[in-house]
């Protein structure tokens, strides 16, 4: 998981909240990815970006908003608008999207949302 | 559509058998393809990854994939299972529907358990 850190570990969302998951990478890289993991359904992309300033929604975007101010910097907000949001949230980040000889990602060690 | 499949949901190996997790794929155009591994509450770990070249692909822990085109596989290999490989295995294809955006599609995960 070097390189790449998720915080927090745990959370808990009440009814109506927004929550914010933190994922900060020192490795340089232009692209991250945000993934939803959900027992037996594998992972599932819900927003990535490959540049400073820009992304794209993933397969399950709904609910869900990001921002990349900093290269280093990829927060994700889960909504209020996302009904279902309990899952483990992974983060991850490649050298590049274009370079297919450099599309290795790195995963953070994630984040545990839960609805009280 | 674009897919991964992993069609075992658990393989169960002694310490010391050879181990195979199972991966077929369905993609247009050449298919580059990856395994992961993730231990429990972890992020994912890069293994290996078929690009071009050599059919048979080898990575870290001594894990190895034989890319097969007329079957569309790529099954992840150990000569010798150690209990320390149990784990959950996911195979991933970049998605080339999305250009070069380094998306990935994973397939649902194949959890690994070795007995001593």
């Known amino acids: 998981d070097g390189g790449i850190t998720q915080s927090p570990k745990y959370l808990f969302r009440k009814e109506g909240q927004n929550v914010t998951l933190s994922c900060e990478q020192n490795l340089n890289h232009d692209a991250m990815y945000w993934y939803r993991q959900d027992p037996g359904q594998g992972l599932r992309l819900i927003y990535y970006s490959q540049i400073v300033n820009d992304f794209q929604k993933g397969d399950i975007a709904e609910g869900y908003s990001v921002s990349r101010e900093k290269k280093e910097s990829f927060p994700l907000t889960v909504t209020s608008a996302q009904k279902n949001p309990t899952a483990f949230y992974l983060c991850?980040?490649?050298?590049?999207?274009?370079?297919?000889?450099?599309?290795?990602?790195?995963f953070g060690a994630g984040t545990r949302l839960s609805v009280l | 559509a674009q897919s991964v499949a992993q069609p075992e949901d658990q393989v169960n190996v002694a310490e010391g058998n050879p181990l195979t997790v199972k991966c077929t794929y369905s993609?247009?155009?050449?298919?580059?393809l990856f395994w992961y591994v993730q231990y429990p509450n972890r992020g994912l770990q890069f293994l290996l990854k078929y690009i071009t070249g050599d059919n048979l692909v080898k990575g870290s822990y001594g894990f190895e994939a034989e890319f097969n085109k007329s079957q569309t596989s790529f099954h992840l290999k150990k000569p010798s299972a150690l209990v320390s490989d149990s784990a959950l295995y996911f195979c991933?294809?970049?998605?080339?529907?999305?250009?070069?955006?380094?998306?990935?599609?994973f397939g649902q995960g194949t959890t690994l358990q070795v007995k001593p």
């Open positions: 991850a980040s490649s050298p590049s999207g274009w370079d297919v000889t450099k599309n290795i990602q790195y």
């Open positions: 993609v247009s155009g050449n298919p580059y």
């Open positions: 991933a294809v970049r998605d080339p529907a999305s250009g070069n955006t380094g998306k990935l599609i």
